[in-house]
């Protein structure tokens, strides 16, 4: 019984370390050295405006052909998506979906 006991608060003690963390970390930031470093189709980051995407998963998806999501990728896109989409709802929605944290001055 006392076993069973302490097995159990083991077992909400064990829950309660491994789901916390994420539960109540900060939101993520990131410097633009942090994004350079990720210029590549096989991990594209990008800024655009105070955010900061992981638009990986969508070099091969984008509508408007992967070559312009290659071009931004390590760097701040924020021109380029503008000059194109700007006012646009979806293009705005479909990168709202990629973002990993905001910009670190
Ligand atoms: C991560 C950034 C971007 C996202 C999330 C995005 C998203 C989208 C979406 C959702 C569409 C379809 C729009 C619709 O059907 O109403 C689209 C189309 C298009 N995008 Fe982007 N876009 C991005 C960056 C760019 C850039 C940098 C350029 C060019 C410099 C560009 C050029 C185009 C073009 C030309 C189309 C029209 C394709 C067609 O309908 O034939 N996009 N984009």
Do not use: E
Not at 88 to 95: E, M
Request: net charge positive.
């Amino acid at each position: 019984m006392r076993t069973r006991l302490i097995a159990s608060l083991a077992a909400v003690g064990f829950a309660i370390v491994s789901f916390a963390p994420s539960a109540v970390a900060a939101p993520k930031s990131y410097t633009a050295a942090q994004v350079a470093k990720h210029a590549s189709a096989s991990s594209c980051w990008t800024i655009v405006g105070k955010g900061v995407y992981d638009v990986t998963k969508y070099v091969a998806r984008h509508p408007g052909g992967s070559s312009a999501i290659k071009s931004m990728c390590g760097k701040n896109g924020s021109a380029m998506f503008s000059s194109q989409h700007a006012g646009a709802r979806s293009p705005a929605r479909t990168l709202a979906s990629y973002r990993i944290g905001k910009l670190r001055a």
